[in-house]
């Protein structure tokens, strides 16, 4: 991978992370067309340079999470339905990552979704969320485990679901986006990059950790802190403008281009095209 690829990538991932729309397929398909899909470091650049999108968050948000504990309380108790489904389902959530239809055709019911959610919670305008709302956004964001669905999106339709206006569920879901990615962006890191088990981490096993480290390379870590630096403005970008955006606007723009995403996929794989990380 160059460095003008992993530019591009953390671009794509930077934008691409926070609004409803599938950062998943959008980074299978840049790294297709680049023609570095099925390199050992693509994968592994995929999921690490999300460190760099979640610092964005916190970055541009930072006086809400100093001024509340209550915040935390309630990004924790959103935070375990992923947590322990996501440990359960680990294999069957790996199993279907490796089918880009799935993702294709999640894209395009997800899109169809979003062009008539917006008159389906014309009410939704409470601009508070309880410890209640928190737990069922938290169920809401368990579905984007499924490839193609946009764990944004997920948690943000949870919001409306509860009765939260659409500028409160999406900063909710930025939220939630810090405890949810890092843990799986940092347990991929472990077992991809570093091949370690999580046991090795907990009782301490130096020197298969020291080994572990050795083996990455001076040309990885540069690409990676290339790419969660462009990851981390580009997202600072993309959560501004989407805020601004959904609140006038609404999700209908984003539905049409969730279909039109979707079914180039489908077309690219008629082709023939082998589209996988």
């Known amino acids: 991978m160059s460095v003008w690829q992993a530019i591009i990538l953390a671009i794509v991932e930077g934008l691409?992370?926070?609004?409803?729309?599938?950062?998943?397929?959008?980074?299978?398909?840049?790294?297709?067309?680049?023609?570095?899909?099925?390199?050992?470091?693509?994968?592994?650049?995929?999921?690490?340079?999300?460190f760099g999108t979640i610092?964005?968050?916190?970055?541009?948000?930072?006086?809400?999470?100093?001024?509340?504990?209550?915040?935390?309380?309630?990004?924790?108790?959103?935070?375990?339905p992923a947590a322990v489904l996501g440990l359960l389902l680990e294999k069957v959530i790996d199993s279907m990552l490796e089918s880009i239809l799935i993702t294709a055709i999640m894209l395009i019911l997800g899109g169809i979704l979003l062009v008539f959610i917006d008159k389906w919670f014309t009410h939704a305008d409470k601009d508070r969320i309880n410890y209640k709302n928190a737990f069922v956004i938290g169920f809401f964001q368990c579905i984007a485990m499924i490839p193609g669905v946009s764990r944004s999106a997920a948690s943000i339709i949870g919001g409306l679901t509860q009765g939260i206006n659409r500028k409160?569920?999406?900063?909710?879901?930025?939220?939630?986006a810090v405890p949810t990615m890092l843990a799986a962006a940092t347990f991929?890191?472990?077992?991809?990059?570093?091949?370690?088990?999580?046991?090795?981490?907990?009782?301490?096993?130096?020197?298969k950790i020291e080994h572990s480290f050795s083996i990455i390379s001076s040309e990885d870590i540069k690409l990676l802190l290339i790419g969660n630096v462009i990851g981390f403005l580009v997202a600072m970008f993309a959560i501004k403008s989407f805020i601004t955006f959904l609140t006038k606007y609404g999700f209908r723009v984003f539905g049409y281009y969730r279909i039109a995403v979707g079914i180039a996929i489908i077309m690219l794989i008629a082709m023939g095209i082998d589209l996988k990380f």
């Open 16 to 50: 691409t992370e926070f609004l409803p729309v599938s950062s998943t397929g959008h980074m299978i398909i840049a790294a297709t067309l680049m023609g570095i899909n099925e390199l050992p470091i693509t994968k592994i650049f995929a999921v690490s340079i999300q």
């Open 55 to 80: 610092l964005s968050v916190v970055v541009l948000y930072w006086r809400r999470f100093i001024s509340s504990f209550d915040l935390y309380k309630k990004i924790l108790v959103a935070f375990i």
């Open 168 to 176: 409160a569920a999406a900063e909710f879901s930025f939220f939630l």
């Open 188 to 207: 991929k890191f472990i077992r991809d990059m570093l091949q370690l088990e999580i046991t090795d981490i907990l009782y301490f096993d130096w020197p």
